[in-house]
């Protein structure tokens, strides 16, 4: 396998039983990327993960995380991980929890005071430091979880729906820090249900349910491909019969497909066209997933 | 190192942990300071004594005789009462038992030849095994009457001459054991007639200490000081070097303890699993095995502290070990085993809830076989046969082996083995068991 690669995973498969949870995934992530894994809930994302970060064993298939088998100890030493479910001790402090996982990590003394500080700045905790965590909010949890992860300086970050459960704020904090951590030169494994945060945080998307990959590329690139036309509905208040080959106005309702809408728009107008009110609908990664799939990415 | 961590963590945690530091620390104490003040002391006057009603229908001198050295019985407690009085105190279980004491009593109680009256005792049905120690007071007893005539051989000698006098008159004996009877009452007649009187004898004192008469017992009974040494296997054995009721309790007690933290460390790991923090252990270096030995390791630690802790608390109320050194390896041997069982017991539920039920059913059912609520020397013969298959057992054994039963080290290296077999076995088992548990990814 490739050692540039931050990680590569070669035709996953792994069943519970009867129930197969991944189907042949494979993907390359390159050191520095921000990949998001995008897909409904129960697509496989969180059992991709599990296998990507050597919780558990594939079935079948290869996977490297950073140069190594994430089975090894000391390249799970290299990863972070902030799983789905709050993994967080709720009867010690903040600053208890960051010391009792940096400890895992072989950190001590001086260095350790150093990231816990670090992660508590991080996390926007400074005045709750000495606070057990059960007395945190969502958002709060949410924010020390990501920290934890941080907390070893790993090479690859795993995130898995690192914004469930919390409010606007503490979601853009999230965004904020993950942007950070971004440019900052960090590989992110992203996982997600919302559209939103895959388009605004990663450098490319994976399409993933029913645990197969269906598309992989940029956003903009998954569009064009797969998003089809943008679609324009106007209250017409004019609409010359020249036009009517070119688009039906139903009781006063006009509905259309272009894959240029604000050309389009301006030609009708040139000849005469008038509207009351007009909305033109782009292309998004819901689209995307409704041409895959047949079916809503909120279904 | 990483694996001290995680045992201190968990440490921390349960300090925190209002409940589970209750069970594993308050709790065996209560337990221990509950059971040790229920058994009482070692000496009968701090026991319990069985009340007993007493009708006297005689109301003769030897009657309140026989009442007196009823009364004088340090298990009994005495009572007198009419009929149908002692008859409602036994059925509203306000006394143990009835004793009824007829009529003409006085006329041939104590006079061994002649036929007995009938004393009639009525037991609580509840109480049958109490009801056997009644009969063996009765006879007691009964037993001081006759030695209180033959300090009276003139209460005797009219019952020897009526007897002679009906042998001599009867026809349908043979002349021959007419002739050979009559001299053998006269020379009966002549012994006791010789026999010195207890008539100095002061009152109240017992009978076979207070003169010289011959002693005629109606059973040979012979007392046994519990609370000095007999030797191993015989009964007595089985009270071997017992010097306070907190020798029994306070074994115990550590074995609550000891249980409170099997189940207290099994729900810790459920809860890990449920919450996530295991999925982040599991994504960090450590490997499953140090995962779970830092889990062992503080229930271990903490099994150690609550009997160490109760040791103390049992040596400040008068328990008083024979031997710290095998105290500790049974204390350490029995931590050991219970640690492991917690590894077991943690994967036998998906959530903390189901966990938690099952811990402490487990724990019940060990402790109640095993002789943490009675003591396996008490129980039924067959129930003490079962009771080897429960670690509490085997812990108790072990301990009680340091503590009282003055093992050897020869005799309480089995029960050790058998602990640390237990607790090896557990942790194999668990590891294994959360190992599939975690490959089926919480399904």
């Not at chain 2, 009969?135 to 007897?163: H, N, V």
């Not at chain 2, 059912?365 to 003591?375: K, N, Q, R, S, T």
Request: charged content about 20%.
């Amino acid at each position: 396998m490739s050692a540039r690669l931050a990680i590569k995973a070669l035709n996953l498969r792994k069943s519970f039983g009867a129930i197969p949870a991944v189907q042949g995934l494979s993907l390359e992530v390159f050191p520095g990327e921000t990949l998001g894994l995008l897909g409904p809930n129960g697509a496989g994302k969180s059992t991709s993960i599990q296998i990507l970060t050597g919780l558990l064993q594939p079935d079948s298939g290869e996977v490297e995380v950073a140069g190594g088998n994430p089975h090894d100890p000391s390249v799970r030493m290299r990863l972070g991980v902030a799983p789905q479910a709050l993994s967080l001790y709720e009867e010690l402090t903040a600053a208890e929890n960051l010391s009792f996982f940096g400890n895992l990590y072989n950190l001590a003394g001086s260095q350790l005071r150093d990231r816990i500080a670090w992660g508590l700045q991080f996390a926007g905790l400074q005045d709750r430091a000495r606070h057990r965590v059960s007395t945190f909010s969502g958002g709060m949890k949410r924010r020390l979880n990501l920290a934890i992860a941080m907390l070893h300086e790993p090479e690859v970050l795993f995130l898995d729906e690192p914004t469930v459960g919390v409010d606007p704020q503490s979601r853009n904090h999230i965004f904020e820090s993950i942007a950070q951590l971004r440019s900052s030169g960090l590989t992110i494994h992203y996982t997600t249900h919302y559209m939103e945060e895959a388009r605004r945080l990663c450098d490319r998307v994976a399409i993933v349910d029913h645990g197969k990959l269906l598309a992989l590329d940029t956003v903009p690139a998954l569009i064009a491909t797969y998003g089809g036309e943008s679609q324009i509905q106007a209250e017409v208040a004019q609409w010359p019969v020249e036009l009517s080959s070119r688009a039906t106005v139903e009781a006063g309702i006009l509905r259309a497909n272009s894959a240029k809408p604000l050309e389009e728009i301006a030609s009708w107008t040139a000849v005469g066209a008038r509207f009351q009110t007009l909305q033109i609908n782009s292309p998004d990664l819901e689209s995307v997933f409704l041409s895959l799939t047949g079916r809503s990415l909120r279904d | 190192m990483q694996v001290i961590q995680l045992a201190l963590k968990d440490l921390k945690l349960l300090l925190r942990d209002r409940t589970a530091a209750f069970f594993i620390l308050a709790f065996p104490v209560l337990m221990g300071l509950f059971f040790g003040m229920m058994m009482g002391g070692t000496s009968g006057s701090e026991r319990g004594k069985i009340k007993l009603a007493v009708v006297d229908e005689d109301e003769s001198e030897l009657s309140r005789r026989f009442v007196s050295a009823l009364e004088r019985n340090e298990n009994l407690s005495v009572s007198a009462a009419k009929l149908d009085t002692a008859r409602e105190q036994v059925r509203k279980a306000e006394s143990t038992g009835m004793l009824v004491i007829p009529q003409g009593f006085a006329q041939s109680a104590g006079i061994f030849w002649e036929p007995q009256p009938e004393l009639q005792l009525g037991v609580d049905p509840a109480r049958a095994a109490e009801g056997a120690m009644l009969e063996g007071f009765t006879m007691q007893a009964m037993s001081e009457l006759i030695q209180y005539r033959i300090e009276r051989p003139a209460d005797f000698l009219p019952s020897l001459a009526k007897a002679r006098e009906a042998l001599a008159n009867d026809t349908q004996v043979d002349l021959v054991t007419r002739q050979l009877g009559a001299p053998l009452f006269r020379a009966i007649e002549q012994f006791i007639a010789g026999l010195p009187t207890g008539e100095n004898a002061k009152a109240g004192e017992a009978p076979n200490n207070a003169v010289a008469a011959p002693s005629i017992q109606l059973a040979q009974i012979r007392k046994i000081d519990v609370t000095s040494k007999a030797q191993t296997l015989s009964v007595g054995g089985e009270t071997f070097n017992l010097r306070s009721r907190w020798d029994i309790s306070f074994p115990q007690a550590m074995l609550w303890g000891v249980l409170g933290c099997a189940a207290g460390f099994a729900i810790s790991i459920a809860r890990e699993r449920g919450g996530g923090t295991l999925q982040r252990l599991l994504a960090s270096p450590l490997s499953l095995r140090q995962i779970l030995l830092g889990k062992a390791l503080a229930c271990l630690l903490a099994s150690i502290l609550v009997i160490g802790m109760l040791t103390l608390l049992g040596w400040l109320l008068g328990m008083r070990p024979e031997s710290y050194p095998k105290l500790a390896m049974a204390g350490v041997c029995t931590a050991i085993c219970f640690s492991g069982i917690m590894m077991i017991v943690s994967n036998l539920g998906k959530s903390e809830q189901s966990v938690s039920g099952v811990g402490w059913s487990l724990n019940l059912v060990m402790a109640m076989l095993g002789g943490c609520m009675i003591p396996v020397m008490f129980m039924p013969a067959f129930v003490q046969q079962a009771s080897v298959v429960s670690p509490v057992r085997w812990a108790i054994l072990a301990i009680e082996g340091a503590v009282w039963r003055g093992f050897s080290w020869g005799e309480i290296l089995p029960a050790c083995a058998v602990l640390l077999g237990i607790g090896a076995l557990g942790f194999a088992a668990g590891t294994w068991l959360l190992s599939r548990a975690s490959q089926d990814g919480g399904r």
